[in-house]
């Protein structure tokens, strides 16, 4: 074996190390396309940002644990090529493709909400990991050599909670895992529970990195995941959570119920002045007809369906009908009489 063949092996084996003890979660958005991974380690100078590789519209692979670039590259490419999560750790994990793939950890995810993981069987413990779909974001949450599995079940259960989006569930995820004391087992005893910290969410229509990639490297004494955290906010501030659904178009389903509902008939509304009337009288029946459909609101009005603003063209009541009301009225209440 040549000097450059040594130098080789030497720096690949330098560079699988770092990789060791870390949690992450890589997930994806498959209402809105967005693709994305966060991950905290006790690696120094190491970015442990690494561990992630994106096929931008298809999927997203961590690998860690001895971090194989080559499993991770391959991985990417494959799920660019439209191969499942499942297909790629079935590539990927094995001895023919890599002698040493059961020091190996991976998770996988693609857009069309599909989820892989594996831990190989000489990772460090405490290591293992979760997948999960709530039939909008799918994830997969892995770690190795970490103080516990509340790090990774944390983390799960933060990643499941309300966020407003993909970025807020990676951060809140990440964050939880350190919850308690706990985190990477090489850096707790030092106070803090990583040194290393990273999240990158990527938009299908957008080139990789352009959307959030921060990342924290050689943060001892200070936790790289409070230091991720805190750039976090600060980007947060300039790329506001989605709000709700903006005004739009009127709701079609909303008038399909208004018009099969029993209530007063809505032809469209005749000319008062025709009858006799004034211009007063008119505009004064076109509100209560404006009224008696829309009950207590005017046309326009917030739908509690959807939070959003509606705008709905309303056909009064004619008339002739509002007379007749009147005169029923009146003879109910018998002849005027002065006192």
């Known amino acids: 074996m040549n000097r450059l063949a040594r130098v080789g092996i030497f720096t690949s084996a330098l560079l699988a190390e770092p990789a060791h003890a870390t949690w992450s979660i890589v997930a994806v958005d498959t209402q809105t396309g967005e693709l994305g991974g966060a991950g905290a380690s006790c ?19 961590h690998a860690q644990a001895a971090l194989n670039f080559e499993a991770r590259d391959r991985g990417a490419e494959l799920l660019a090529a ?21 020091e190996r950890q991976f998770g996988v995810v693609d857009l069309s909400g599909r989820t892989a993981a594996f831990t190989g069987s000489a990772t460090n413990p405490y290591a293992g990991h979760f997948e999960g779909n709530d039939g909008r974001f799918a994830f997969s949450i892995q770690g190795n050599l970490l103080t516990s599995e509340r790090v990774l ?6 990643f499941g909670e ?15 895992g350190r919850q308690g004391g ?7 005893p030092r106070g803090y529970s990583a040194d290393s910290a990273f999240i990158e969410v990527d938009r299908s229509d957008e080139p990789r990195g352009t959307f959030l990639s921060i990342s924290h490297v050689d943060t001892s004494p200070a936790d790289s995941v ?3 955290t805190a750039s976090f906010e600060s980007w947060r501030a300039s790329h506001p959570c989605p ?50 459909l829309t009950n207590p609101s005017t046309a326009g009005g917030v739908d509690g369906r959807c939070g959003c603003r509606t705008t709905r063209s309303v056909r009064p009541i004619p008339v002739v009908t509002l007379i007749l009301l009147g005169l029923t009225a009146v003879l109910r209440r018998g002849p005027h009489r002065s006192k």
């Open 162 to 176: 309300g966020a407003c989006d993909l970025a807020a569930k990676l951060i809140a995820a990440l964050a939880a």
């Open 82 to 102: 439209g191969a499942s999560p499942l297909e790629v750790i079935a590539a990927i994990a094995n001895a023919s493709f890599d002698s040493s793939f059961q």
């Open 226 to 228: 409070v230091d991720l």
């Open 243 to 292: 709000g709700p659904r903006d005004a739009g178009a009127p709701d079609e389903s909303f008038d399909e119920v208004l018009d099969a509902s029993p209530g007063p008939e809505r032809a469209p509304l005749e000319d008062a002045t025709a009858d006799g009337g004034s211009d007063a009288e008119a505009k004064s029946a076109e509100a209560k007809s404006m009224d008696a």
């Open 43 to 61: 690696v120094g100078r190491f970015d442990v940002g690494e561990i992630l590789d994106m096929a931008v519209g298809h999927g997203a692979i």
């Open 182 to 188: 706990e985190g990477d087992g090489r850096c707790t």
């Open 153 to 158: 079940t944390r983390a799960r259960d933060a």
